[in-house]
């Protein structure tokens, strides 16, 4: 049975769009089949419109608690039925009322290494570290999202990604974000994989 992926992303969505094109070319072997945002004005949105792709907004209410919300994410995202879903620049951290929906199927993408930098500005926090203590490498991980905790889980995959002498913010930011594009592809590849294997297709006949 196709994987079917639901991707959350608050803003840009370049790592979305790194799905999507591999989901196009064959790279990865799943249908990205709805993206959803808590920000209404998110790039992500024009990005899954340029695909095909459904994306709806699912923002919060002044007067809802995290949990309320967090249920009403849950249900629009149970909607499209995926097997995965995968936090690509989601930027809100998730209460169990959306988790206990979604037992190891949330995915979070993360710049940096396994309890390396957790939270916000994770690669300026690298290079700042690096100004003043000559850290040389940093990293990306992906890993599942099994409770409240912020960008820990069991990691799924990671990579190192050297901090050259002279790199700017914005060097550093670009050479990170090529990483991050490149490992959730082949992360989510194997996990499609793995779920292809014990989901395998019914013949014609069956
Ligand atoms: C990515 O670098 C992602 O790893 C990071 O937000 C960026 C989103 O970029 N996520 C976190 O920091 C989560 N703690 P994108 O919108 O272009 O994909």
Same mark, same amino acid.
């Given at each position: 049975?196709?994987?079917?992926?639901?991707?959350?992303?608050?803003?840009?969505?370049?790592?979305?769009?790194?799905?999507?094109?591999?989901?196009?070319d064959?790279?990865?072997? %799943?249908?990205?089949?709805?993206?959803?945002?808590?920000? $209404?004005?998110?790039? +992500? =949105?024009?990005r899954a419109?340029? &695909? !095909?792709?459904?994306?709806?907004s699912?923002?919060?209410?002044?007067?809802?608690?995290?949990?309320?919300?967090?249920?009403?994410?849950?249900?629009?995202?149970?909607?499209?039925?995926?097997?995965?879903?995968?936090?690509?620049?989601?930027m809100?951290?998730?209460?169990?009322?959306?988790?206990?929906a979604?037992?190891?199927?949330?995915?979070?993408l993360?710049? %940096?290494?396994?309890?390396?930098?957790?939270?916000?500005? $994770?690669?300026?926090? +690298? =290079?700042?570290?690096?100004?003043? &203590? !000559?850290?040389?490498?940093?990293?990306?991980?992906?890993h599942?999202?099994?409770?409240?905790?912020?960008?820990?889980?069991?990691?799924?995959?990671?990579?190192?990604?050297?901090?050259?002498?002279?790199?700017?913010?914005?060097?550093?930011?670009?050479?990170?974000?090529?990483?991050?594009?490149?490992?959730?592809?082949?992360?989510m590849?194997?996990?499609?994989? %793995?779920?292809?294997?014990n989901?395998?297709?019914?013949k014609?006949?069956?």
């Amino acid at each position: 049975m196709t994987t079917r992926i639901v991707v959350l992303a608050s803003g840009n969505g370049s790592n979305l769009q790194a799905l999507l094109d591999a989901s196009a070319d064959g790279r990865l072997n %799943a249908r990205i089949v709805a993206v959803v945002s808590n920000n $209404a004005e998110a790039f +992500a =949105h024009s990005r899954a419109a340029n &695909s !095909g792709v459904p994306s709806l907004s699912v923002t919060k209410l002044p007067d809802e608690t995290r949990e309320q919300y967090d249920t009403r994410l849950g249900e629009a995202v149970a909607a499209f039925q995926p097997h995965f879903v995968v936090l690509a620049g989601w930027m809100r951290i998730l209460t169990m009322s959306f988790l206990s929906a979604f037992p190891n199927q949330v995915i979070n993408l993360h710049p %940096a290494l396994p309890g390396e930098f957790p939270g916000t500005h $994770a690669i300026e926090r +690298a =290079h700042a570290e690096h100004q003043q &203590s !000559g850290l040389t490498r940093t990293g990306v991980m992906v890993h599942y999202v099994p409770d409240e905790r912020v960008d820990e889980g069991d990691v799924i995959a990671s990579v190192e990604v050297p901090i050259a002498p002279l790199d700017s913010l914005k060097t550093l930011e670009a050479r990170v974000h090529a990483a991050e594009h490149t490992l959730l592809v082949q992360a989510m590849q194997q996990l499609a994989q %793995a779920h292809d294997r014990n989901h395998p297709a019914p013949k014609p006949n069956q």
